[in-house]
Each structure stands twice: as structure tokens, then as C-alpha cells.
């Protein structure tokens, strides 16, 4: 069973989002170890080089310290530059499905990215991590200390297995009609934007008033997080709009998952690619 973390996103809805365990948490660390040893090592070898070439007696001491503060800011750099600039994916991340967020759902920004990161070096005492493992272990959503001191949570983009309620089989085409296929910035959502456009559009108890002005703030949220001119919807419906999102980030997400019906079109005898039982 794959263990879950409840989060409260801006827009007021309560999402129980899949938690990255400690199996996959190490696998993305030790694949973002490499990456970082290969860009430490050169610098490493060319500070060597620099103090090799002064051959001044008193260089030593320098010269700790500064490979010291290399082999320290490094690590820093790359997690806090990729968090920023990927929506909290590393490339080790990346290459295993995960991502880091808020604890609101929301992508971590500098000042969250910059304390999880600096108390990463706790993390990984004594040797690898574990002082973060132990941690894990105990903490409610398999969270390390710097995701306790940043607020933060490690979740899971896909699994190996099919979204609850799906199987697998050919990928699912866009169906739902509209100004355009693709939807610009839903290339940066994940699990978490997922989980909140289906809980809306699963809700069948809405007036049509609550219905279109709690859609209208899903997409003016989720246009917000992607840095998307809210404008740029025209004059499209949010709900359809929403339908869209969900139809996009769901084929990208889960590649060969067969869906059923989509709650607002079911009526109206359209396909509905929600999987169910789930």
C-alpha cells in the first residue's frame, strides 16, 4: 500500500497525495550524487592544480577550507537551482517520478528550497543520510529534517502501476474539444494538480453557481503556479478548461492508463477518461 500525506492547497481543497518512500528517495539521492560528483570533481582537482602552481608554504590551511566550502556548496547549488527551475525535481528526482512540494501542494520556492537543502548536510550525517533515514522512519510522510525545518514533502509524479482504477493499455488521445490541444505551462504540473482538477471534477453535488466560481479559482490557481497569463484561457469555460488540464496532465502522468468517463460529459453521452474505483 502506498503510504499518503493529506495537504490543504490555496484553493481550499484537501488532496491525499501518494508520499515518496525511502526506497525511491535514495534512489533519486544516489543518482544526483553522480551528477554532483561529476561537477565536484573537476573543480575539486583544479583547485588542487591552483595551489600545486603557488607552492606557497602557508597554502594548506586555504586550501582545506576552500575545498571544504566547494564540496559543501555544490550540493547546495545544483538541488536548490533544479528545484526552482523544474517545479522541486531533481534530475535524480526526474529520472524516478518524484517531487518536491509544500506542504499546501504548492511548488517550494527559494527560501523553502535554500533551508531543506542547507539542513541536507545534517541529513547526511554521519554517511549517507543517516541521520535523514532515521528521520523518515518516524516522521508522519517519510519527511527528513530539512523538509521539516522547509515545510515540505516528498511526493510521488507516477508509479509503476496504472492510477487507481486504470489498467493498462493504449495510450488515451485528447478528446475533450477546445481552442487548442495543449494548455500552456501544464507541462510543469504533477501529481498534486492532478489530484486537485479530479477532485473537482468528480464533484457531482455543486450548484451550477459554486460550480463555475470554484472551477474560475482552480484556474486562476493553477495559472498562477505555472506563470500563465490567467488572460489566455479567452473566453473558454474554466470548467472545460479544467477538463482539458485534467485530460493533458493525466496522459503524461500515466502513459497507458485506460479511462472511462469524464463526470460532466457523462451525461451528455461524451467520454469520461476519470478512472474509476479508484
Known sequence: MVDQVSIRTPEHVTLDVPVAGIGSRFLAALLDTLVIAMIEVPLLFAVLALADSASHPGAAGPLLIVLVVVASLVPIAYYVALELTTDGRSLGKMAVGLRVVRLDGVPVGATESLVRNIVRLIDFL?????????????????????????????????TALAEPGGSRGQAPALTVDGPGDRIAGAERGGAVELALVRAFLVRSDL???????????????????????????????????????????????????????????????????IPRGG
Open 126 to 158: 554521519p554517511v549517507a543520510y543517516g541521520v535523514g533515514v532515521c528521520t523518515m522512519f518516524v516522521a508522519r510522510g517519510s519527511r527528513r529534517l530539512g523538509d521539516l525545518a522547509a515545510g515540505s514533502v516528498v511526493i510521488r509524479e507516477r
Open 207 to 273: 450548484a451550477p453557481d459554486r460550480r463555475r466560481g470554484l472551477a474560475a479559482q482552480i484556474a486562476a490557481g493553477l495559472c498562477r503556479r505555472w506563470g500563465v497569463d490567467p488572460e489566455a484561457r479567452g473566453t473558454e469555460a474554466a470548467d472545460r478548461w479544467l477538463e482539458r488540464v485534467y485530460l493533458q496532465l493525466h496522459a503524461r502522468l500515466y502513459p497507458g492508463a485506460e479511462r472511462t468517463a469524464l463526470p460532466g460529459a457523462a451525461a451528455a453521452g461524451a467520454p469520461d477518461p
